[in-house]
């Protein structure tokens, strides 16, 4: 099997750190791997298959003989670097929203989309989708394929491990304070989280809607190549460290049975059914936790409409919503088009 270097960008950061461990566990065929991040991790190092591997610096020279790049370091880091990545022969697959809306570039999810990962000779990169739609287009596409699915109301309940390291910890702090009496600091956030929710993530648009609403709106029609697709979405930042969820509501062109979607997504890659009210089962962040499948339970019958299904998706943000994603990403570049 031909092994591929492969650099990860941005690896010290909280997705960073889960491609890392991807890469091991899926034994990714690895030559050499290289880290990638700030000055600020200099003197850093990470475990992968029983070495201790120093952090590098990122610069514009870091990609000569590089493969594969994993990119996790915020738009702008992409911005800058993902191109002067493609320019030295590396394919990008980058996990900020920098080039997701881009006609040239692919959106992927592989459970979904894979064709389009061809489309990568265009510009050398391939995004990666946001966390919540990802979760969110694994359930949708089979269920798409057998109605036609009109309309999508989803509201997101997002983890803090979805901001970064820093969100996990002032979710911590917070929390201690609270317990013992003392006060808090809202540093990462706008206000507290601890015990709270914020139906605030990412900057507010002149419509009203969050920059992550309208991601989860482009990015669905996108993905699921119908611009016809009617798509709202409210997303909600709360006290969880792990485990995005969400209540999603479509409607379909023919009705569909709860017994039939249930059949449906039973025979869904990368979906796991947890879906009995009688036993309380249900899915939940805590049992998505460093899982690779994506969740969904709750599966019932909108009344109010013809023909309506309601649902409840939950799926490891860090995992499935990015460092896993885009590690399958790799697996099909490299099986089809390296």
Request: aromatic share 6%.
């Amino acid at each position: 099997m031909k092994e591929y270097h492969v650099a990860v960008v941005g690896a010290t950061g909280a997705v960073g750190n889960v491609m890392v461990k991807v890469l091991e566990q899926r034994n990714f065929p690895v030559r050499r791997l290289t880290l990638l991040a700030s000055e600020r991790s200099i003197g850093k190092t990470l475990e992968f298959k029983g070495e201790s591997l120093p952090v590098e610096v990122l610069n514009d020279g870091s990609f000569a003989g590089i493969d594969i790049g994993l990119f996790s370091a915020g738009g702008a880091v992409s911005q800058r670097y993902a191109p002067v990545a493609a320019a030295s022969g590396c394919v990008v697959i980058d996990n900020t929203s920098a080039f997701r809306m881009d006609p040239e570039v692919p959106l992927v999810v592989p459970e979904v989309n894979p064709e389009q990962i061809g489309m990568h000779r265009a510009k050398g990169i391939i995004a990666n989708p946001n966390c919540s739609t990802i979760q969110m287009v694994v359930v949708l596409k089979p269920i798409h394929d057998a109605a036609v699915i009109k309309r999508v109301i989803v509201s997101t309940y997002q983890s803090v491990s979805g901001t970064g390291k820093e969100a996990i910890e002032e979710l911590i702090l917070q929390t201690r304070a609270l317990l013992s009496g003392g006060k808090t600091e809202a540093k990462v956030y706008p206000h507290r989280i601890a015990f709270n929710c914020l139906p605030h993530i990412d900057v507010f648009l002149e419509n009203g809607y969050s920059k992550e609403e309208m991601k989860m709106i482009h990015e669905t029609r996108k993905i699921l190549n119908d611009q016809s697709i009617r798509v709202t979405a409210t997303t909600v930042r709360v006290p969880v460290f792990y485990g995005h969820s969400e209540s999603v509501n479509i409607e379909t062109e023919r009705k569909i049975t709860v017994e039939e979607t249930r059949e449906i997504l039973a025979r869904a890659p990368g979906v796991t059914v947890v879906d009995s009210i009688k036993e309380n089962k249900y899915p939940l962040p805590i049992d998505a936790e460093g899982k690779d499948d994506t969740f969904v339970g709750r599966i019932r019958e909108d009344e109010s409409i013809e023909n309506g299904i309601n649902m409840w998706i939950v799926s490891d943000n860090l995992r499935k919503g990015a460092a896993l994603n885009a590690v399958q990403i790799a697996e099909v570049l490299a099986r089809d088009y390296l």
